[in-house]
């Protein structure tokens, strides 16, 4: 699985931005799919998970209400839809597949896309 993640950018605090992580192959629509995000100077971080339906969804306590994560399996495309967004979530983004929704343990993605860049400025 090659995963491809685009839409990243720089907003204002309190904008919004799309990303999109497309995947090759033909057993995304089996994978449970996840976004994390990495800061300068600080570890990856999970933001959010979504298992190969889109009934299972789980996110990271900060992102609640503010990002949402949704997938079509017509398209092998996850996206990552983020609104309100804060200084705080100035990050690499990362999409990753697994093969197991286990929500946010990171051991459990087995591939990763190469990242994409969400700046916010105060």
């Known amino acids: 699985v090659q995963l491809q993640a685009s839409g990243g950018g720089l907003v204002q605090a309190g904008g919004s931005l799309r990303l999109s992580c497309a995947a090759s192959g033909r057993t995304f629509s089996s994978r449970a799919m996840g976004w994390f995000r990495q800061a300068p100077g600080k570890e990856r971080e999970f933001v959010a998970a979504?298992?190969?339906?889109?009934?299972?969804?789980y996110y990271q306590d900060s992102v609640k209400g503010r990002f949402t994560i949704s997938r079509d399996n017509a398209k092998n495309t996850v996206y990552l839809e983020m609104n309100s967004l804060k200084p705080e979530d100035t990050a690499v983004y990362y999409c990753?597949?697994?093969?197991?929704?286990?929500?946010?343990?990171?051991?459990?993605?087995?591939?990763w896309g190469q990242g994409t860049l969400v700046t916010v400025s105060s």
């Open positions: 979504i298992n190969w339906s889109g009934d299972s969804i």
């Open positions: 990753a597949a697994g093969s197991t929704f286990y929500g946010d343990y990171i051991d459990s993605y087995d591939y």
